[in-house]
């Protein structure tokens, strides 16, 4: 059995839900007498309404925290610490939390003295946010609920908004919900029982065995493995993310147990994952339970809507690919995922916009840079300091009109060069930018003019 992280631990994490050296440094009277940051606050800052760290000082932003926290201390009785945080996040989908909220919270008042349901809205004008407090006051008063407003999100990205949570639940457990789910008791109580047998040391995949009905995006994961592990943000924006976080978490904490419902098919019985378990020498310890009395989706998918779609399956294919990348150390294991990777890079430029691609890969405004490119000079893609320099020195040796677009891990590397302009990506690895970098630009070179088109990688 993994061992859960010490609360220190936790709090040395990137992104913790307190930050206790700021909050110390803030305030002059958080370390007197016998108190220590984290008790101060829960005894005292938070009543006075004082932040949480340097990037949460106006505690407007979440009214609950402090009830939160207070549920969290280690020596409050078991009964009352929140063991459970189911996490929704939202932008434009004031109709879904319509249909299901009000209902997850009646089906799950038993068990409110063990249970948040928070909620992250990414909006800029309020709706959903006062919709929320006004209807559910009650569920806020206490922390219940907790609402969360960020500022939206340029475009929807599943990882990004999934790992919003970080900073801010107080149960041992993350548990995601997307706003068209229902949680029924029944569940929670199953997930309380593991949890009151076993601590946070398992993942639940909540699959029901039916694609399209909400349940294959949902799991439940030990809140310091999410914290550590949690969703990859350089995916692409939807698919695979959560059964990235199954299959990541289970590789770096291979003690966790898998749990899974008794169906035909479970996260792990795809060919792909298989020959990917095989590889990285990964033998999951699993648990099969029946499934308790659950709901299917306010708004469900037809069951092959991956399959129909070829930008939908090219993405999942994609990702899917980054997934066994990042966790296989063996290159004659890595070299399948990377041919494949380059493949599905090169048929997703082929059907999709490509302004839209290159901004949703090197960031807003990118594309609009290429228009400072000269007309008639030879173009290079680098995607090393050593490529860039050596294509500077080759082009300059011929007297040829040139430009090197280089792609760096960090946009400063190359940017004191002449004729060099770098992009650092957004989303995607190395692979996957590469390929995006030099193929849209190549499928640019007529329209705007340029030379040739060569990659130097």
Same mark, same amino acid.
């Given at each position: 059995?993994?061992?859960?992280?010490?609360?220190?631990?936790?709090?040395?994490?990137?992104?913790?839900?307190?930050?206790?050296?700021?909050?110390?440094?803030?305030?002059?009277?958080?370390?007197?007498?016998?108190?220590?940051?984290?008790?101060?606050?829960?005894?005292?800052?938070?009543?006075?309404?004082?932040?949480?760290?340097?990037?949460?000082?106006?505690?407007?932003?979440?009214?609950?925290?402090?009830?939160?926290?207070?549920?969290?201390?280690?020596? +409050?009785?078991?009964?009352?610490?929140?063991?459970?945080?189911?996490?929704?996040?939202?932008? %434009?989908?004031?109709?879904?939390?319509?249909?299901?909220?009000?209902?997850?919270?009646?089906?799950?008042?038993?068990?409110? %003295?063990?249970?948040?349901?928070?909620? #992250?809205?990414?909006?800029?004008?309020?709706?959903?946010?006062?919709?929320?407090?006004?209807?559910?006051?009650?569920?806020?008063?206490?922390?219940?609920?907790?609402?969360?407003?960020?500022?939206?999100?340029?475009?929807?990205?599943?990882?990004?908004?999934?790992?919003?949570?970080? !900073?801010?639940? +107080?149960?041992?457990?993350?548990?995601?919900?997307?706003?068209?789910?229902?949680?029924?008791? %029944?569940?929670?109580?199953?997930?309380?029982?593991?949890?009151?047998?076993?601590?946070?040391?398992?993942?639940?995949?909540?699959?029901?065995?039916?694609?399209?009905?909400?349940?294959?995006?949902?799991?439940?994961?030990?809140?310091?493995?999410?914290?550590?592990?949690?969703?990859?943000?350089?995916?692409?924006?939807?698919?695979?993310?959560?059964?990235?976080?199954?299959?990541?978490?289970?590789?770096?904490?291979?003690?966790?147990?898998?749990?899974?419902?008794?169906?035909?098919?479970?996260?792990?019985?795809?060919?792909?994952?298989?020959?990917?378990?095989?590889?990285?020498?990964?033998? !999951?310890?699993?648990?099969?339970?029946?499934?308790?009395?659950?709901?299917?989706?306010?708004?469900?998918?037809?069951?092959?809507?991956?399959?129909?779609?070829?930008?939908?399956?090219?993405?999942?294919?994609?990702?899917?690919?980054?997934?066994?990348?990042?966790?296989?150390?063996?290159?004659?294991?890595?070299?399948?995922?990377?041919?494949?990777?380059?493949?599905?890079?090169?048929? #997703?430029?082929?059907?999709?916009?490509?302004?839209?691609?290159?901004?949703?890969?090197?960031?807003?405004? +990118?594309?609009?840079?290429?228009?400072?490119?000269?007309?008639?000079?030879?173009?290079?893609?680098?995607?090393?300091?050593?490529?860039?320099?050596?294509?500077?020195?080759?082009?300059?040796?011929?007297? +040829?009109?040139?430009?090197?677009?280089?792609?760096?891990?960090?946009?400063?590397?190359?940017?004191?060069?002449?004729?060099?302009?770098?992009?650092?990506?957004?989303?995607?690895?190395? #692979?996957?930018?590469?390929?995006?970098?030099?193929?849209?630009?190549?499928?640019?070179?007529?329209?705007?003019?340029?030379?040739?088109?060569?990659?130097?990688?």
């Amino acid at each position: 059995m993994s061992k859960e992280p010490s609360l220190s631990d936790l709090l040395q994490h990137a992104n913790p839900m307190f930050d206790a050296h700021w909050y110390a440094n803030r305030y002059a009277d958080a370390t007197s007498g016998d108190f220590d940051a984290e008790s101060h606050f829960l005894t005292v800052g938070h009543r006075l309404g004082r932040g949480t760290g340097a990037f949460r000082q106006d505690r407007s932003l979440d009214a609950g925290l402090g009830r939160a926290l207070a549920r969290r201390q280690p020596d +409050a009785p078991a009964s009352h610490r929140i063991a459970l945080s189911y996490c929704i996040p939202v932008m %434009d989908r004031l109709g879904d939390l319509q249909l299901t909220l009000a209902e997850n919270l009646s089906a799950n008042m038993a068990y409110r %003295d063990r249970v948040e349901f928070v909620v #992250i809205v990414f909006e800029d004008q309020p709706e959903i946010v006062p919709w929320l407090l006004q209807n559910h006051a009650d569920a806020a008063a206490d922390g219940y609920l907790r609402v969360i407003a960020l500022p939206r999100m340029p475009q929807w990205h599943f990882g990004k908004a999934k790992n919003s949570f970080r !900073p801010f639940i +107080a149960g041992q457990l993350y548990s995601s919900l997307d706003a068209d789910n229902f949680v029924t008791g %029944d569940e929670t109580r199953l997930l309380l029982d593991i949890f009151d047998a076993e601590g946070a040391s398992f993942i639940f995949h909540h699959f029901s065995g039916t694609w399209g009905d909400g349940s294959s995006g949902r799991v439940t994961m030990p809140a310091w493995s999410y914290r550590r592990v949690g969703y990859d943000e350089r995916f692409l924006p939807r698919q695979f993310d959560e059964v990235d976080a199954i299959l990541s978490g289970l590789a770096k904490y291979p003690g966790l147990t898998l749990y899974h419902y008794e169906t035909a098919e479970m996260v792990l019985d795809t060919d792909n994952i298989g020959a990917f378990l095989r590889g990285a020498k990964l033998v !999951p310890r699993t648990q099969m339970l029946p499934m308790p009395v659950r709901r299917a989706a306010a708004n469900p998918k037809p069951e092959n809507y991956v399959i129909d779609s070829p930008a939908v399956s090219t993405m999942q294919s994609i990702n899917e690919a980054m997934c066994f990348l990042k966790n296989l150390d063996q290159p004659a294991e890595r070299e399948r995922w990377q041919q494949r990777l380059k493949q599905d890079t090169e048929r #997703i430029v082929a059907m999709t916009d490509h302004r839209s691609l290159f901004e949703l890969t090197f960031g807003s405004g +990118a594309w609009d840079r290429l228009d400072g490119l000269e007309k008639g000079a030879d173009i290079i893609v680098t995607a090393s300091d050593h490529a860039c320099r050596f294509a500077m020195a080759e082009a300059q040796a011929s007297g +040829a009109r040139f430009a090197v677009l280089h792609l760096a891990q960090l946009p400063a590397v190359a940017s004191d060069l002449p004729n060099v302009m770098t992009f650092s990506s957004a989303i995607g690895n190395e #692979i996957f930018s590469e390929i995006v970098l030099y193929q849209c630009v190549k499928s640019e070179s007529l329209i705007r003019n340029f030379g040739s088109v060569t990659w130097n990688c």
